[in-house]
């Protein structure tokens, strides 16, 4: 049984920084690309970031370009978003995602965590 485990959301005042990690286990974490994505209330879902199974390759919303850094551990299975100057237009439900190709596309992830709420105050 796949699962996508995330950690590290909470609430930061503006400017601030959190770190998001997302845990796999269940399915063989180096054959997929993995991806964050985000749901503000009333809102659909959008892509964050993504990575390639090698890490050489990453996709970057433009609105968080500069501000996030991602990066990802073969040998733990885990994926990490690094989030800096955080803004409250970045508050959200964040949720990983376990996919074979790196895209902004949600349709295209295969599996997905149960997300973990970002709260920016301003």
């Known amino acids: 049984q796949v699962q996508l485990v995330e950690s590290g959301g909470g609430l930061v005042q503006a400017g601030g920084s959190l770190r998001l990690s997302c845990a796999a286990s269940?399915?063989?974490?180096?054959?997929?690309?993995m991806g964050w994505f985000r749901q503000a209330p009333g809102k659909e879902r959008e892509s964050v970031a993504a990575i390639s199974r090698t890490g050489d390759t990453t996709y970057w919303r433009d609105s968080v370009k500069g501000r996030f850094t991602l990066s990802r551990d073969n040998a733990k299975n885990t994926v990490t978003l690094q989030m800096n100057s955080l803004k409250p237009e970045d508050t959200a439900v964040y949720y990983c995602?376990?996919?074979?190709?790196?895209?902004?596309?949600?349709?295209?992830?295969?599996?997905w965590g149960q997300g973990t709420q970002v709260t920016v105050s301003s």
């Open positions: 269940g399915l063989t974490f180096r054959l997929y690309a």
């Open positions: 995602a376990a996919g074979r190709i790196v895209t902004a596309r949600a349709s295209t992830y295969d599996y």
